[in-house]
């Protein structure tokens, strides 16, 4: 399999991976995960997340 590697092709990669990362933070910053937050805030991966929400 061969990788695309032309300047639009990344741009678009690169645009892609962003959006993916916010609804993945808007989605740490529901209500769900509010709560998820709370519950295991001992846990690695949740500090990062919190972290990265700027909490």
């Given at each position: 399999m061969k990788i695309e590697m032309s300047p639009r092709a990344i741009t678009m990669?690169?645009?892609?991976?962003?959006q993916l990362r916010r609804?993945?933070?808007s989605l740490a910053d529901s209500s769900t995960g509010k709560k998820i937050r709370k519950q295991?805030?001992?846990?690695k991966s949740v500090q990062r997340i919190s972290h990265a929400l700027g909490r």
């Open positions: 990669r690169l645009k892609m991976v962003n609804t993945c933070l295991f805030s001992a846990n």
